[in-house]
């Protein structure tokens, strides 16, 4: 497992983006792509095929030891991209737009680890099995998908045995190693937030098919939702939960 810097399905200029990967490459951080396919936060007007290549091999060539990438995040029911269609369609059957996505970006970028990422797949019980489905129908048909990604926003709601018995029947029904990719814990509580991190991440730490975490930001006021408390420095104060955590991996805390 490494530090992890992730480039955000969000749209943000060349320019930011190459200084991120430029810094990520000279400091030895794990640059990783979030995203190629969502339903969310995408081009609008009449996408084609040739545009979704095109899309996933120009960033491949303009970065290419990107290490981890979500090639399809969040898909149906969750979200649905309005060009699933055009790509190869088959939502809710063989899901073969997925299949393409991921045999796409596995000629783009022959060395990245791909991910099928979403919410909710290691927490609840449907969620975890159409995870599992939609895995198990595109590696029959030959998608080249390497892991499954765990968001794991819900996860502080449970205790890490329940999550260990939900991820080990996720890897073993999938036969595929997991991602924590976007681990956060809401909570004003300092004590209450480092319960969490404790009972957690000595589980996620010890679990040899969990192959990396990535914490969903960590400036506090500053994370995916703005009115979420799971950061965890404040101003230039460490949390005990970062803190703690820095301490689990030999690292100074901010």
């Not at 400091?27 to 979704?52: A, L, Y």
């Not at 309005?82 to 369609?89: E, T």
């Not at 040899?208 to 969903?216: E, F, L, M």
Request: charge should be negative; hydrophobic fraction near 35%; aromatic fraction near 10%.
């Amino acid at each position: 497992m490494g530090i992890c810097a992730v480039v955000s399905g969000k749209r943000i200029q060349l320019g930011t983006l190459d200084a991120i990967y430029d810094y990520a490459q000279k400091s030895g951080i794990i640059f990783k792509q979030h995203n190629f396919v969502w339903g969310s936060q995408q081009p609008g007007g009449n996408i084609t095929q040739s545009d979704v290549q095109d899309w996933i091999q120009q960033f491949c060539k303009r970065y290419p030891n990107t290490k981890l990438i979500d090639v399809v995040n969040e898909p149906p029911p969750h979200t649905t991209p309005s060009y699933a269609n055009a790509i190869g369609g088959g939502t809710n059957g063989d899901w073969k737009w997925i299949t393409n996505a991921f045999t796409w970006a596995r000629a783009a970028c022959p060395n990245a680890v791909l991910i099928l990422n979403d919410y909710n797949d290691i927490e609840w019980s449907a969620d975890i099995q159409h995870m599992i489905d939609i895995v198990k129908t595109i590696k029959a048909a030959g998608a080249p998908v390497d892991a499954v990604g765990c968001q794991g926003h819900d996860a502080y709601r449970l205790s890490a045995a329940t999550l260990k018995t939900n991820m080990d029947k996720v890897n073993n029904d999938t036969g595929l190693p997991l991602y924590i990719t976007e681990y956060d814990v809401s909570n004003t509580d300092d004590d209450a937030q480092l319960k969490i991190y404790k009972d957690h991440f000595p589980m996620f730490l010890s679990t040899d098919y969990v192959k990396g975490i990535t914490i969903w930001g960590w400036i506090y006021g500053s994370t995916w939702q703005q009115a979420a408390n799971s950061g965890l420095v404040k101003g230039t104060t460490s949390r005990p939960a970062m803190t703690w955590l820095m301490q689990q991996l030999g690292r100074p805390a901010p």
